[in-house]
């Protein structure tokens, strides 16, 4: 599956990025609730091994999954099963990474798996991976003040997130509308990506990446350059969400951005 690939590119990129940050700097929180550059690189590894654990070991990724209900929460567990700080973490996060992506290059696509809330393809999976691995590093690059220069792999966020149009609705229990709509995106290389009716009422066209961080809720849409015309996708970009879970409000207006970079 290509997606491994471009899973394994993205976490070298930000792993590049932290390779020589002193292990006191990850101590420092980000624009994310607060969370610290430990803190990101700790879900991510977490993650990563139970997404491993989906292909390799269900019984214990059931029982890992149980500890998360059982012991206070998500950051408590991982914080206990993933110990390591600084350095030490990032190498073991890039190692388990590789690992990870080896496994699902070479999984069948449409395996079901096991997770948190319902199963999911081998594909999705790994390509929820990238998306985290992407969406978290944002704020990694806008707490350093590092504008990040992407690739077209991100085709599979911006397809994540127009699949997840009904899922927004879902997950905040409203109804779905009966249009969904169009999307036109300039992608890193400068190709064009289209995803529905090119003539429909509603539409958001723009920037690849900026889709990309609406819909992953890294940036507010007022934030961005896109262009959404029509109730239905006014309303949507409002409170995208591509990712699992309970529903989360996007970030206010200019609460996340990329800092100045010190020296």
């Known amino acids: 599956m290509e997606q491994a690939a471009d899973f394994l590119a ?3 990129a930000l792993a590049g990025l932290l390779a020589t940050m002193p292990d006191a700097a990850f101590d420092e929180a980000t624009q994310f609730k607060g969370w610290t550059v430990n803190d990101v690189i700790r879900h991510l590894h977490f993650w990563n091994r139970a997404a491993g654990l989906q292909l ?5 990724l059931v ?3 149980g500890a998360i209900a059982g ?3 998500m950051r408590a567990v991982e914080r206990e099963v993933v110990p390591q700080a600084g350095q030490a973490l990032r190498a073991a996060w890039m190692k388990t990474a590789g690992e990870i992506a080896a496994l699902y290059r070479t999984a069948d696509p449409k395996a079901r798996l096991k997770w948190a809330g319902p199963d999911m393809s081998a594909r999705s999976s790994i390509t929820a991976r990238l998306m985290e691995t992407w969406a978290h590093g944002q704020e990694v690059y806008d707490h350093l003040g590092v504008a990040r220069v992407d690739g077209d792999r991100i085709r599979n966020i911006a397809h994540l997130g127009v699949s997840t149009f009904g899922w927004t609705y879902q997950v ?4 779905l509308p009966p249009v969904v709509p169009h999307v036109r995106l300039t992608a890193p290389s400068g190709a064009v990506w289209t995803w529905g009716e090119d003539r429909a009422v509603n539409s958001v066209t723009g920037s690849a990446t900026e889709f990309c961080q609406v819909v992953t809720q890294v ?3 007022a934030d961005t ?3 959404v015309r029509g109730p239905v996708a006014i309303e949507w970009m409002g409170m995208a969400q591509c990712f699992a879970g309970a529903a989360e409000p996007p970030p206010a207006p200019g609460t996340r951005y990329r800092k100045a970079r010190v020296g």
């Open 10 to 12: 993205e976490t070298e």
């Open 56 to 60: 390799t070991d269900e019984a214990e």
């Open 63 to 65: 029982r890992l999954l």
């Open 71 to 73: 012991k206070g929460g």
């Open 172 to 175: 905040r229990r409203m109804e």
């Open 219 to 221: 940036r507010n849409v």
């Open 225 to 227: 350059s896109l262009v």
